[in-house]
């Protein structure tokens, strides 16, 4: 069976690839519709990956877009500083994903580095401390001026485009998945749901929550090479505690522990944010109301509160799709 | 060294920390009884900073010369204005979520104060701009010899004080406060004892929102510029200052934030552009020295 | 249900075709999050722009100009979003956009790269216009304010110590800070201290009483208004007497209402004096203290400036394609509020700056400086 099941999520990916390829190429995806669709697939691979650490391994981070911000700027400065490629460079691809590799690389060192408060704190101590950490981050790119300070590191290269986006973000959910899977996964649940009772029966509580904290990093860091790579530059404002509030919300609103709901979404919510854009527009048009783009957030609060009063457990609860599930649950 | 540690930055320190100190007063005690990270929080005490600069100016001609009495109606303003949101944002964000995952209300918490910073920006009527906010006091600068301190200083601190000491004995003392301790330690018991569990979460977010209000009217005089967003930097240090006191201790809160205050002041003097990444140095340290916050008991884990 | 729907296509067609001749020029600005105070100011001076044209007729061939104002957040990320969405979406021939210049850097190369022209109006990061020859900015760069205030507080109030407070998370205060510190240097004076504060503080006693401890003669202050009056109230509140200098981020009617009496004995480098006598100044503060309830600040102006050199750009172009309205812009010569404006090799304009004095909470003109 297992054997079987394995390439479903492939087939899938290769079929939403294929689609969004040709609606795009025949004009009837935009480039706008585009753009959001890569935003949502690199908050796809933020929210997974955040999901392992806060969701799955039981832990409260808050500075996950720290991780992100390390990946973009080391990425970015190999590939912008160092190599200087630009997309007709002859070797280019290669150094482009070199430099993601090593940015998640980066960021998966200072995962470890923040994995280690974790053995000694717990809940909205070690939230805090994340927190902490994350603005350090912050504050450090904001006062080195070989990366820009705070113009931010500009002319980055555009690499990332729906192809190296899409793969990445499939790679992130099959990786996870798997590791959620295995019994490594198993141990990490058993950290989340008592971490005295999972020491008790032989877990290496110290190792998981590490271990969680360097793979949500890693991918973290891939993540915000992608991002910075798209937006052509890395700025410290955009690692900052609002936004690893912003990937906090997706993995909530999409349930806690579920792959399938953070995916969910990061796609729903990013859509959602654009949609009322031109709603709001539509509205305004309509009935002559003095209303415009500062409504648009307001609206997008209250749904978030519905969202979350009708569908308490958020959208996936902890239910897993028939797609992402590897084994066949009884 | 003279210029970084001396009176006046001491005197600083203690002005940011007052500041930081009477958020996080009425933040740790929602805090320690429903154990929600209330983002909202910053929001209360943003909302009790515009009802008074509201009141002040409704009722700014009624009051000619009579600087004590507008002084106490822009206070009963902003404490009514925190108090009142936060009881609505409990009765229709928080409470239906109570039995559920903790961290779905924190999720509405985080909506929650999104939609009262968009919504106040978007309403023409307060608008995204800066507004100047009155002197409802006149200002006077006390000179120390080789400090300067003004009196909005010694207010904010004396308040600070007091209303710490007050909160304490309410909790220690009143049938109230024991019905509080009861609920934050156990939710099941205390209903089986007849405690009406709802009712006494609902005073809290009362009590707690409008200290949260009166923060923001004396934010407001000490730092006379109001926008619908400057509840979110402050309402993060007093959520900080009160996990670094310890969760739900009132006193360790107002320790907490004296700290980060003095933290501050300090680690800007030494060096201004790292100043922020030195004062959240200094907090992990101490969380790792203290990790269940300065004056936070020991709890022992139950399987 | 089936009935609704119809009449809703039956309005949707009918107003898509009462505004196929409008041409569609994209506004960019944050009109939400903490910077939203300068977003609403840039909507305002670019709406205003817009009714003033289509009042007068349109652009060319009566054609009138629609704004599609969209908000960036002031975040780089939304920046991206909303600049793909105005181009992709829209079909937009031109963008006014957008205020910080960490959002424009990410809105740029997608306008160069779809050959639509943009004009920042605030912007002053010289990386900005150096993305393509489809990227414009009305406001000036960095360097320029920086040495202008560094020169009027050397030569004009013999000031011999300087120090400098300015918001480490924001480029545009940072590049004035450090621009006036060369600049002062390089005249023979002395820097007795550099210092920043984080983003969004309302105390900045901890880094005055370290300024204060080296007895400078004038204070530079590159910040935005909302704290430039806190932070004058502050340095007095401690004792400092001297005068203090900063840059455009200080024109703004609340920076009077803020700083009180404290910011007396200010000066700041700006675009214009608003006691200009010319009409088209007057004219402007008339109109737009009328529409909107309180006097332009510079952000205002600077979106007025840059909406009306751009619509004034299509109409020379007599066309809505991007590459003809991006050669009107490079011969521009147009009298706007700031001035005399053309553009220089790289896009930057070329205008004068004037030096206002704080007076009595009014504006005062002290004198003009050539670039």
New interface residues.
């Given amino acids: 069976m297992k054997q079987l099941k394995l390439p479903k999520l492939l087939i899938f990916a290769l079929i939403f690839y294929s689609a969004i390829q040709i609606l795009y190429g025949t004009e009837i995806l935009?480039?706008?519709?585009l753009?959001?669709i890569n935003?949502s697939l690199i908050y796809v691979i933020l929210a997974v990956s955040l999901n392992l650490i806060n969701g799955i391994t039981g832990q409260f981070s808050l500075g996950h877009m720290g991780f992100a911000g390390v990946g973009a700027y080391v990425s970015g400065t190999i590939s912008t500083l160092v190599f200087k490629i630009n997309p007709s460079s002859p070797n280019g691809m290669l150094i482009f994903i070199f430099a993601i590799i090593v940015g998640g690389l980066a960021a998966a060192v200072v995962g470890f580095l923040i994995g280690f408060?974790s053995l000694?704190?717990?809940g909205?101590?070690l939230?805090?401390?994340t927190?902490?950490?994350g603005?350090?981050i912050r504050?450090?790119f904001?006062?080195i001026d070989y990366v820009g300070?705070?113009?931010?590191l500009?002319?980055i290269p555009?690499f990332s485009n729906f192809t190296t986006i899409i793969v990445a973000a499939f790679i992130t959910l099959v990786v996870i998945r798997n590791l959620v899977e295995s019994s490594h996964g198993r141990a990490m649940l058993a950290v989340r749901e008592?971490?005295?009772?999972a020491e008790?029966v032989g877990v290496n509580t110290t190792r998981y929550k590490v271990m969680a904290f360097v793979i949500g990093a890693f991918f973290a860091g891939i993540a915000g090479g992608l991002?910075a790579h798209?937006?052509?530059?890395a700025?410290?404002?955009?690692f900052g505690?609002?936004k690893s509030?912003e990937v906090?919300?997706m993995i909530?609103?999409g349930g806690?522990g579920s792959i399938t709901g953070s995916t969910i979404a990061a796609f729903a919510l990013t859509f959602l944010s654009?949609g009322l854009?031109i709603g709001i527009r539509a509205i305004a048009?309509?009935t002559g109301l003095p209303?415009?783009?500062?409504?648009?957030?307001?609206v997008?609060?209250?749904l978030?509160?519905f969202i979350?009063?009708f569908k308490?457990?958020?959208l996936m609860g902890t239910k897993e799709a028939k797609l992402i599930r590897l084994k066949e649950v009884q | 060294m003279g210029a970084i540690f001396n009176a006046q930055q001491i005197v600083n320190g203690l002005q940011v920390g007052s500041i930081y100190a009477l958020i996080a007063l009425g933040y740790t005690m929602v805090y320690g009884i429903v154990r929600l990270i209330n983002f909202a929080h910053g929001d209360f005490y943003m909302l009790g900073a515009y009802a008074a600069y509201g009141a002040f100016f409704a009722f700014n001609a009624l009051f000619v010369g009579k600087t004590g009495l507008m002084a106490f109606v822009v206070l009963i303003a902003s404490m009514a204005a925190g108090g009142v949101i936060a009881l609505l944002a409990n009765r229709l964000a928080y409470k239906p979520l109570r039995y559920k995952p903790k961290l779905s209300s924190l999720i509405t918490a985080i909506g929650v104060s999104m939609f009262l910073e968009y919504f106040l920006s978007a309403l023409p009527a307060v608008g995204p701009s800066y507004r100047s906010f009155p002197d409802i006091l006149p200002r006077v600068n006390i000179n120390l010899g080789n400090a300067v301190i003004s009196n909005y200083v010694i207010i904010d601190i004396v308040i600070a004080a007091v209303l710490m000491v007050g909160l304490t004995l309410l909790i220690k003392k009143t049938t109230l406060g024991k019905a509080m301790r009861a609920v934050s330690q156990d939710k099941d018991a205390a209903r089986l004892m007849g405690i009406d569990i709802e009712k006494v979460i609902a005073f809290t977010f009362l009590i707690g929102g409008s200290f949260a209000g009166a923060a923001g009217l004396l934010a407001g005089m000490t730092y006379p510029r109001i926008v619908p967003y400057m509840g979110i930097q402050p309402g993060l240090k007093a959520f900080i200052a009160a996990v670094l006191g310890g969760i739900g201790n009132i006193p360790g809160a107002v320790l907490g934030a004296y700290i980060m205050g003095l933290a501050e002041t300090f680690a800007s003097a030494y060096n201004s552009l790292i100043g922020e990444g030195i004062a959240f140095a200094i907090l992990i340290i101490v969380l790792l020295v203290r990790p269940r916050g300065l004056l936070g008991e020991k709890i022992a884990d139950k399987i | 249900m089936k009935r609704l729907s119809l009449i809703l296509v039956l309005i949707l067609v009918a107003a898509s075709i009462v505004t196929a001749q409008d041409i569609k020029v994209g506004g960019v600005g944050p009109v939400t999050g903490e910077a939203a105070t300068f977003g609403v100011s840039t909507k305002n001076g670019i709406m205003l722009a817009a009714e003033e044209w289509n009042a007068k007729g349109g652009l060319f061939n009566n054609r009138k100009v629609r704004i599609i104002f969209e908000d960036d957040k002031g975040d780089p990320a939304e920046g991206a979003t909303v600049y793909t969405k105005l181009i992709q979406q829209d079909n937009v021939v031109a963008i006014i956009g957008t205020v910080m210049s960490k959002v424009t850097l990410a809105g740029a190369p997608i306008a160069q790269a779809a050959g639509i022209p943009m004009i920042s109006p605030t912007s002053t990061n010289e990386r900005v216009t150096m993305v393509g020859d489809y990227i414009y900015r009305a406001c000036f760069i960095d360097p320029f304010q920086g040495t202008v205030g560094a020169n009027f507080a050397f030569r004009d109030l013999g000031a011999r110590k300087a120090a400098a407070l300015f918001d480490i998370g924001n480029d545009y205060t940072k590049g004035l800070a450090e621009n006036f510190r060369a600049q002062f240097l390089r005249l023979g004076g002395q820097v007795v201290a550099f210092e920043g504060h984080p983003a969004g503080a309302t105390d900045f006693k901890a880094q005055l009483t370290k300024i204060l401890a080296g007895k400078p003669d004038v204070l530079y202050v590159s910040d935005y208004y909302n704290d430039v009056g806190l932070i004058a109230k502050q340095a007095r509140e401690l004792g400092f007497k001297g005068p203090m200098v900063g840059g455009d981020g200080w024109d703004s009617p609340d920076l009077v209402k803020i700083g009180g009496t404290a910011v007396e004995n200010g000066f700041f480098t700006n675009h214009y004096a608003a006691a200009d006598p010319r009409p088209i100044v007057q004219e402007f503060v008339k109109k737009y203290t009328a529409k909107f309830g309180a006097e332009p600040d510079a952000l205002a102006t600077l979106a007025y400036d840059a909406a009306n050199i751009m619509f004034d750009a299509i109409k020379r172009a007599g066309s809505t394609k991007g590459s003809a309205i991006r050669d009107a812009l490079k011969t521009t010569n147009l009298n706007v509020v700031s001035g005399q404006v053309t553009f220089d090799a790289n896009r930057n304009p070329i205008k004068s700056a004037v030096i206002i004095e704080m007076k009595a909470g009014k504006q005062v003109y002290k004198t003009t400086v050539n670039p």
């Fill in positions: 935009n480039g706008y519709i753009h959001i935003q408060p000694r704190l717990k909205d101590y939230a805090i401390v927190l902490g950490f603005e350090i504050t450090v904001n006062n300070g705070p113009r931010g500009l002319g555009k008592n971490e005295l009772a008790l991002f798209l937006l052509q530059m700025h410290p404002t955009q505690f609002i509030v906090l919300i909530y609103a806690v654009e854009r048009d309509a209303i415009g783009g500062e409504w648009r957030m307001v997008y609060s209250l978030l509160i979350m009063l308490t457990e958020g």
